[in-house]
């Protein structure tokens, strides 16, 4: 694994054919009254430097995007937000960058779910749009490790929901400190309106409904840092196996 920003020029003129490009894409936003706004930043780029170390193959690692589409989150406080079609113009400069770099496989891991969209789409704006000579691949670390989690019942709530359980246990694990016990939210009965699936078949946006939700999917109650290593080192390896493939399959 290496580390995009402590390459030279030429060291990663060297790399860029012969390697995958992974570029971990966060958000800063709102996470409830006890979690920093920095929560999804955290978690994608740990999941990504512990997926491209583990990956048998070569794997250059960006620094994370700390921005993306949060304006759901806006009302809360503690957010910042990129417009929707700006956001895809800055994923589709970053990968062109790298294209011109030298990169011809470029991987987006995403870990906020307002960017999922766009992390889906920005191949088509490079390959097609651009009609750059490179393998683009967008998805986020959930949809990545959708198998290996509905696999296994971590028992913290929805994954990755929102400042709930799941979030909370990874913090614990990675940036304890962060984590201000104190103000988790009081156990609740049920999930707030906001974790349960809507309708399948489509994507649903429904005004007010974070506002609802106290901008929480559910309670951190059964969170604990042997919970979030173990989510982490799950969705790692799910992530770690996809970087393999892709690379394999992207000649
Ligand atoms: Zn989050």
Redesign the pocket.
Do not use: R
């Given at each position: 694994m290496y580390r995009f920003e402590e390459q030279t020029r030429d060291r990663l003129r060297e790399l860029a054919p012969s390697s995958t490009v992974l570029v971990p894409v966060g958000?800063t936003e709102q996470?409830g009254p006890h979690l920093p706004v920095g929560?999804?930043t955290t978690?994608v780029t740990a999941i990504a430097q512990r997926a491209a170390a583990a990956a048998d193959v070569p794997v250059v690692v960006t620094p994370t995007l700390p921005y993306g589409f949060a304006h759901h989150h806006l009302p809360f406080g503690g957010t910042v937000s990129l417009g929707l079609v700006g956001y895809l113009d800055v994923l589709t400069d970053i990968g062109r960058s790298l294209a011109v770099d030298g990169f011809r496989r470029i991987v987006f891991l995403n870990?906020?779910g307002g960017n999922d969209g766009a992390v889906r789409s920005v191949g088509d704006r490079i390959v097609f749009e651009r009609e750059l000579d490179v393998h683009v691949a967008g998805t986020s670390y959930w949809t990545c490790a959708a198998d290996a989690l509905a696999d296994t019942d971590l028992g913290v709530g929805p994954v990755?929901g929102?400042?709930g359980g799941f979030?909370t246990s990874c913090m614990l694990a990675l940036r304890p400190e962060l984590v201000r016990r104190e103000l988790m939210p009081a156990p609740e009965p049920d999930l707030q309106p906001l974790a349960y699936s809507d309708i399948p078949g489509a994507t649903i946006r429904r005004a007010g409904v974070w506002a609802a939700s106290d901008g929480r999917t559910d309670d951190s109650r059964h969170a604990s840092a042997e919970t979030g290593e173990r989510a982490l080192a799950l969705i790692a390896a799910s992530v770690a196996a996809f970087l393999a493939g892709f690379h394999r399959s992207a000649q």
């Open positions: 958000s996470h929560t999804d978690i870990g906020h990755p929102h400042a979030e």
